[in-house]
């Protein structure tokens, strides 16, 4: 039982740092430099009203990279921000806690409890990461290993800017999209609590080695290597463009989950993201 929640869209990696964003109490207002870009979008979204998550539909991709940037959060007690609003609205779930959670249906509907914390965490170390990373380990671990090792083979070398995070991380970090932009922008750039794949510990967000920026990313040769070749090793790209109006979420080369190599095979031979599949499950 899931019902529609106001669109809310996640930059994918925001990384770790012993210098913290200064975290400020939302009062309502909108940076100047923000009001266009953001009119600009909702004229977009209401182009395509009527799907199931309010249709966003493609943003260009510098647009949105421009109002923000991979700047790192830090945890954070939860209680500014959000403490003025409901984090599950009406209508929305919170999903129960069975079983790996493997193909657990986080998005903009269903949240992830808060004290969730996922089994088996290992700091990521055979790959280079831009801060302190954690991942599931086991299987997962070692396939993102190996999906490392084939793009170093073909010539890429990747690095992991962000990998699991805490609920009490997405506090902090959609504190601070609404600290830098008001609260109406950070609904679309950073995922509420409790709604972010990150919580899994079976995402990362990928990024060049030294280099942590997404546009970087997205424009090389890489982001291109990872879309055709992350499935074989059990990972799926969750937000796909052309996919915006599903998902949910702007493309997001960067952010792939693992889903084990069958039904990550499928999605890409059936051109699915997994939020289709799960939805027809």
Known sequence: MRACAQ?????????????????????????????????????????????????????????SWGLFATIPPSEATQGSVLGTRDIIQAGECVLAVEGGMI??????SCAL???????????????????????????????????????????????????????STQVATFNYWVSQSGYAAALMGSAR???????????????????????????????GWVAKNAYKFGFTVSYQPGKESITGYISEPWHIRYVGIKLATQLYQQKLTLEEYLTRE
């Open 7 to 63: 669109p809310i869209f996640e930059i994918g990696a925001l990384v770790h740092s012993a210098t913290p964003p200064r975290l400020l109490y939302y009062n309502g207002s909108m940076r100047l430099k923000h009001l266009f870009p953001i009119l600009g979008y909702f004229f977009l979204l209401g182009l395509g009203v009527g799907h199931r998550f309010a249709s966003p539909q493609k943003i260009v991709a510098k647009e």
């Open 103 to 108: 193909l657990t249906h986080v998005n903009k």
């Open 113 to 167: 409890p808060a004290s969730y914390v996922p089994p088996g965490l290992t700091r990521i170390t055979s790959i280079p990461t831009t801060g302190t990373e954690y991942l599931r380990g086991g299987d997962i671990l070692n396939y993102l290993n190996q999906l490392y090792g084939a793009a170093k083979t073909s010539g890429f070398n990747l690095s992991v800017v962000s990998a699991y995070r805490s609920y």
């Open 193 to 223: 609590p409790g709604h972010s794949e990150h919580q899994l510990g079976t995402v990362v967000d990928l990024g060049l080695v030294g280099n942590s920026d997404f546009a970087s990313f997205t424009a090389s040769p890489a982001a």
